[in-house]
Structure formats: C-alpha cells, structure tokens
Nanobody, 125 residues
Framework: QVQLVESGGGLVQAGGSLRLSCLASGFDFSSYAMAWFRQAPGKEREFVGTISGSGGSTIYADSVKGRFTISRDNAKNTVSLQMNNLKPDDTAVYCC??????????????????WGKGTLVTVSS
C-alpha cells in the first residue's frame, strides 16, 4: 500500500534552515507529482509547493517562493523540502502528499490522494 513518511522537522531560530524529507513506497514514484502542504495551529492546511514526476517542474506558494526548494530523487523514492531563511510564520506541521498525475499542478489539499503523517517545524523568533 502507499506509504509516505516525513522526517527532518524540529526547532530552529528565525533565519535558520531545515531540510525535510519524505520517503515514499507502494507506488511507481517517478510517475507522480509530489507536493508539500503545511498546517499551522488553528489554520487550514495550505499548499507549499509541488514537483513533477520527472523533477523538471516546480510550483511554489508565494509565501515561500525564493526561500523553499523542492527536489526529488526518483532512485531513492524521496522528495525533499529545503527551507531557508525560516520565519516564525513558517511554524506548522509539514506533510508530503501524492498527486494523481505526473504533472506539477497547484491543487487544493482535498484533491491529493495520499498523505504522510507530517513532521513538525517550529521557528522561534
């Protein structure tokens, strides 16, 4: 069955960096775009970014553009989220999600097919 397992979260000071990873299994990883979403306490889950199945195309939310980078290693079934210049507003549980196609498209979280349990990122001021 499809499994997505995130890792790499933690506590970091504002201006710092973290790298999150998501290990996927149970499906043909390179055939599907993968996305990252986040959910802060009391807020709706929001789109962070997505990467196409080949890794050649990415889309980012305006709030993270220029600070976050999504990459993938199809040989290792892993998608990563490099987060630089972190801000307190980035504090959230970050989840990876499997898309329904290989194309990178910004979708609402309800349209994603499978989710990991998430990893907590806390940015202190």
């Amino acid at each position: 069955q499809v499994q997505l397992v995130e890792s790499g979260g933690g506590l970091v000071q504002a201006g710092g960096s973290l790298r999150l990873s998501c290990l996927a299994s149970g499906f043909d990883f390179s055939s599907y775009a993968m996305a990252w979403f986040r959910q802060a306490p009391g807020k709706e889950r929001e789109f962070v970014g997505t990467i196409s199945g080949s890794g050649g195309s990415t889309i980012y939310a305006d709030s993270v553009k220029g600070r976050f980078t999504i990459s993938r290693d199809n040989a290792k079934n892993t998608v990563s989220l490099q987060m630089n210049n972190l801000k307190p507003d980035d504090t959230a549980v970050y989840c990876c999600a499997k898309d329904r196609s290989t194309i990178a498209i910004r979708r609402h979280h309800a349209a994603m097919t499978y989710w990991g349990k998430g990893t907590l990122v806390t940015v202190s001021s």
